[in-house]
């Protein structure tokens, strides 16, 4: 069997896989070239630890940050929108989660009271 046969063949073979990867960094090499006229460059301010966790997740799709920026501007463009919700609480919300975090208005309950209540919501 050839080599080029076996690539093919075996598509879990480490010699496809490392094929496979630069052919498509090449592809995305030559989309940024094609596209840099139209590019400017911007600095963000990112929370180190979300940036950590986040490119691990970008990678898993073939994207570095600046691709999944990319992603979330045309998103917001083409929808005139937040292309996710964002849940702005009111007042009474507000002010209760800094009563709760002042540890104003608590109350002690026991576990068979909250397994109580609990079931009140679910059948509510």
Partial sequence: MSY????????QNP?????????ISVFRWIYK???A??????NLYLDVKMKEQAL????KYGFDLSDAFNIFLTKTVAKQAI????DV??????????????????EEITFE?????MKKCIVN
């Fill in 37 to 42: 006229p139209n590019k400017v460059k911007t």
């Fill in 83 to 86: 292309p996710f919700n964002i």
């Fill in 56 to 59: 691990p997740l970008f990678k």
């Fill in 89 to 106: 609480p009111n007042q009474e919300t507000i002010e209760a989660m800094q009563d709760s975090q002042n540890g104003i208005g608590l």
């Fill in 4 to 11: 080029a046969k076996a690539i093919v063949c075996y598509p």
């Fill in 15 to 23: 010699s496809f896989i490392k094929f496979k990867y630069v052919i």
């Fill in 113 to 117: 009271q909250l397994k109580k209540d």
């Fill in 33 to 35: 070239m094609i596209t």
